[in-house]
Every structure is written in C-alpha cells, then in structure tokens.
C-alpha cells in the first residue's frame, strides 16, 4: 500500500465497495436488475431465434463488505456475448461467483418468445408471442435451474354457464409454469401442454370462422382457474421429465372487479 493510501485505493481512486461495513449484517442477494440484453434461444422450427431478453443477476454479499461490484455483472455478460443460453446458465453463473468473490450466485433470464400459429378453421397464420424465462442460482451445495412460461388462455366459468339462460362469462387468464427437468425440452412442447388445460386458445388472427369456433369451444369447455391448474399439474406429473414443478393461474374476471387466483406445486 502506498504512502497515504486507504485500503481500496484503486490507481489513486478510492473502491468504495471494498471499504469495510461495520454493520454485520449480511446480504442474500444484491445485484442489477432489467439489464436488456440480445441474446439467441433453440426454435424448433427455425433453428434459432434471436431475442431482446431482460437479464437480472445477483450474488451474496458477506456483512464485512460495503457493496458489490456492479459493473461486474455487464462485463460477464459481455464476455459470454452470443452465447448466452442454456448451456452456459452454469458457467456464466461460476464466472460471477468467481468475479465478484461469492458463495452464491444468481441470475435469472426473461425473454419473449414467438411461434407461427394458425387459426382453427380457416388456417390463417400470424406470430403468437409467450413470455418465458431461465432462472437459476449456484452455491457451494450445487446448482439449481428451472424454465418457465407464461401462456395466456380462455376460461369460461361453469358456474355461470350452470345458473344462466343465455351465454356465460368468460375471462383471458394468464398461467405461469415453472419447471426443472431432467433432459431437453421444447418450449413449444410446455406451451401446448397449458393451452390444452384451459377452455380455450388465444390467438393473435382470426377470422370470423375461427371467432365462432373458439367461442363455441370455450363455452362447451367450461373450467374454473382451479380447474387450470389441477389439469397442468396433472400433465406435468404424468410426464417423467419434470421432477418438481409450480403452476399459477390468474383469471382476469370480465363481471368482477378482481382476479381470480390459484397456484400449485408438486413433484413427479
């Protein structure tokens, strides 16, 4: 250290984040968030599909130390620049914790992802957008990872089909899945598994003979959210892929100034 130096002095400039905390109090996790981030995921019709994802990253922050190094973060990422997926979660997870001196790190990915659907009865094609995300931490008992999606659907209520005359109401409700896995996957494939639980698809196009046709379908189709969530959980379990899962569903009423809410979550 040179002669008037204080501990952190970086090239005559003072690294705050290396000062000593007083305060003992240990962070679990302290990072950046929203950091937007293109990167490249696996289409099962295309190849490849380039995306604009959100990236969040974190590690722990022992209570000796005043702050982490942000800057950090952006320089891992750039480092693993197209070639940020699946395959290097892991790695990019260990070059953190190296980096940033951590037991523990973690990151999670979100990300829109678009397939090319067709309408039900007249064929008629339009890109159908499905939130998605790749979320996983890394410490020194192992590594977990988990995918997930969020699909959007139609329920009609059986309630309100079963007391009225005339028609029944129905809401778009959004389910979220989380899954860990024992080998690759499509998303394709989770996707159709949560739009085959629901009433309903929902559709970016469609002509009036689609219109007819998703309605009708719905109406003969009627599910509480209970029900949606029941019925996925149902497919995960059945499929020996998914060892652990969660599923959530929330309706969005049309009659009701209020969702309607359910979540469930299990192992194969």
Same mark, same amino acid.
């Given at each position: 250290?040179?002669?008037?130096?204080?501990?952190?002095?970086?090239?005559?400039?003072?690294?705050?984040?290396?000062?000593?905390?007083?305060?003992?109090?240990?962070?679990?996790?302290?990072? %950046?968030? *929203?950091? /937007?981030?293109?990167?490249?995921?696996?289409?099962?019709?295309? +190849?490849?599909?380039?995306? !604009?994802? $959100?990236?969040?990253?974190?590690?722990?922050?022992?209570?000796?130390?005043?702050?982490?190094?942000?800057?950090?973060?952006?320089?891992?990422?750039?480092?693993?620049?197209?070639?940020?997926?699946?395959?290097?979660?892991?790695?990019?997870?260990?070059?953190?914790?190296?980096?940033?001196?951590?037991?523990?790190?973690?990151?999670?990915?979100?990300?829109?992802?678009?397939?090319?659907?067709?309408?039900? %009865?007249? *064929?008629? /094609?339009?890109?159908?957008?499905?939130?998605?995300?790749?979320? +996983?931490?890394?410490?020194? !008992?192992? $590594?977990?990872?988990?995918?997930?999606?969020?699909?959007?659907?139609?329920?009609?209520?059986?309630?309100?089909?079963?007391?009225?005359?005339?028609?029944?109401?129905?809401?778009?409700?959004?389910?979220?899945?989380?899954?860990?896995?024992?080998?690759?996957?499509?998303?394709?494939?989770?996707?159709?598994?949560?739009?085959?639980?629901?009433?309903?698809?929902?559709?970016?196009?469609?002509?009036?003979?689609?219109?007819?046709?998703?309605?009708?379908?719905?109406?003969?189709?009627?599910?509480?959210?209970?029900?949606?969530?029941?019925?996925?959980?149902?497919?995960?379990?059945?499929?020996?892929?998914?060892?652990?899962?969660?599923?959530?569903?929330?309706?969005?009423?049309?009659?009701?100034?209020?969702?309607?809410?359910?979540?469930?979550?299990?192992?194969?």
């Amino acid at each position: 250290m040179g002669i008037g130096q204080r501990p952190g002095d970086v090239h005559g400039m003072i690294d705050v984040q290396n000062l000593k905390d007083h305060r003992n109090i240990e962070i679990t996790k302290v990072g %950046v968030k *929203g950091i /937007k981030y293109p990167i490249i995921v696996l289409d099962r019709t295309l +190849g490849t599909q380039a995306v !604009n994802a $959100a990236i969040n990253m974190y590690v722990n922050l022992p209570h000796h130390f005043k702050g982490a190094h942000m800057s950090r973060f952006i320089e891992i990422l750039n480092e693993f620049r197209g070639q940020i997926n699946i395959k290097t979660f892991h790695l990019i997870l260990e070059k953190t914790r190296q980096k940033l001196k951590a037991q523990s790190a973690h990151m999670e990915i979100v990300f829109p992802y678009f397939i090319e659907k067709a309408a039900p %009865v007249t *064929g008629a /094609k339009s890109l159908m957008e499905y939130k998605c995300m790749f979320c +996983g931490a890394l410490n020194d !008992n192992g $590594a977990d990872f988990q995918v997930g999606i969020v699909v959007p659907v139609t329920t009609v209520c059986p309630c309100s089909k079963e007391i009225s005359n005339m028609g029944a109401h129905n809401q778009r409700s959004m389910v979220t899945v989380k899954v860990r896995f024992k080998k690759f996957f499509w998303i394709e494939d989770l996707i159709r598994i949560v739009e085959e639980s629901a009433s309903g698809e929902v559709y970016s196009l469609l002509k009036r003979p689609d219109e007819k046709f998703v309605t009708e379908r719905a109406y003969e189709n009627p599910m509480f959210v209970e029900d949606v969530v029941r019925n996925v959980a149902a497919r995960l379990k059945a499929h020996d892929n998914f060892p652990s899962y969660t599923v959530e569903a929330e309706n969005h009423e049309s009659i009701h100034n209020h969702s309607a809410y359910a979540y469930v979550e299990g192992d194969s």
